[in-house]
């Protein structure tokens, strides 16, 4: 291998209603996003193999990608993914230290466990941990998955470690510990991460499918899907009462206009404030944890960039700077290969965080 040449693999994602997969490549202008790909998967998909194997065939039938080796995210559901905290007794070893507190919360045997650690910060003899672990059945289950795709899985991890990584990469070395909120359609990622580590984590069971959901019931829409994202995109948060209602994304701010954004705000709103309340239990965990935990800014990953004034509203309501990141806007295509194969509604996040997962030892 040429020194210095990095090598990348394929990241894919995948949950319950579709894969996404993304691969970068090391050029003398830098990092370089190779292509997206998405498949929507039926609702069955994780249950059956044998759909399973046919999706990840797809991946490597598209010929948009070099290779077979793969860095995969590990469904949540298949993982217990907790905390520990714990003292160093004497020149106990850090590693053997944190499968003990770890055996203690797994719901099943020692034996039957593989177990990871995405986040060790040390003070003092002091550990704070993220352990990740999975029954050795399920990786068992995957690795043969893989396989028969034609598939090589060199690193299997899940969806923090890939959300902090492409945080890194896009906004490096701020230092400050900053809540990372990725919004999907059916959940969402918090966590707080700093230069050194994951602080803390929660996955939600909030997305802005139930948004659409409810403009779609409300104002009784026909065209459910165009209608519900359109509005949602177009008017948003923008509506506030006792307020001057701003100019909505390409309208002017007629009547109809601020009646508009009146009636979504209406609708939306106390949806959206159950996202607000978990991010304030996210940042009270946190606090309680490290009485002097000071936070910086959040950062808004995913489908949020699809609300409206979403990280207006988060900054009204939490205090803290909040900014939508648009990673694609932020990523460099080679020519002729961009990222038309995301429809709107579908996050690449997770993916593009796995594909910047580096090789060294390839």
Request: aromatic share 8%.
């Amino acid at each position: 291998m040429l020194q210095g040449v990095k090598i990348y693999p394929i990241g894919i994602d995948i949950d319950a209603s579709c894969l996404t997969a993304a691969q970068f490549r090391k050029t003398r202008r830098g990092i370089q996003l190779r292509r997206l790909f998405y498949q929507p998967l039926p609702a069955t998909t994780l249950e059956d193999d044998a759909l399973l194997t046919h999706a990840l065939k797809s991946v490597v039938a598209s010929g948009f990608f070099k290779g077979s080796r793969v860095a995969v995210n590990l469904p949540f559901r298949d993982l217990s993914v907790f905390p520990v905290h714990f003292q160093l007794v004497g020149e106990e070893d850090p590693e053997e230290a944190i499968v003990r507190e770890a055996l203690k919360f797994l719901p099943y045997p020692a034996e039957e466990a593989i177990i990871d650690y995405p986040s060790l910060m040390m003070k003092s003899g002091t550990c704070d941990v993220t352990v990740v672990a999975v029954r050795r059945r399920v990786m068992a289950r995957w690795l043969a998955i893989l396989q028969s795709a034609g598939l090589t899985a060199e690193v299997m991890e899940f969806n923090v470690s890939s959300l902090v990584r492409l945080h890194r990469t896009l906004f490096p070395g701020d230092g400050q510990s900053d809540l990372l909120c990725h919004i999907g359609r059916t959940q969402t990622l918090l966590s707080v991460a700093t230069g050194e580590g994951i602080l803390c984590l929660a996955e939600i069971s909030w997305g802005l499918q139930s948004l659409w959901n409810k403009i779609e019931t409300q104002l009784e829409l026909s065209d459910a899907a165009g209608s519900a994202i359109n509005l949602l995109k177009t008017y948003g948060l923008a509506y506030r009462e006792g307020e001057a209602v701003p100019p909505c994304a390409g309208e002017e701010n007629t009547p109809d206009a601020r009646d508009m954004c009146r009636v979504i705000f209406q609708i939306i709103a106390p949806a959206v404030d159950e996202l607000v309340y978990e991010v304030h239990k996210t940042i009270g965990y946190l606090r309680s944890l490290q009485n002097d935990a000071v936070l910086g800014k959040v950062y808004l990953y995913g489908l949020a960039g699809l609300i409206y004034h979403l990280d207006r509203y988060l900054e009204k309501y939490i205090g803290l700077p909040a900014q939508n990141v648009d990673v694609l806007a932020n990523m460099m295509h080679i020519s002729g290969h961009g990222p038309s194969d995301i429809p709107e509604g579908v996050s690449p996040v997770p993916a593009l965080g796995l594909a910047m997962r580096e090789l060294p030892w390839l």
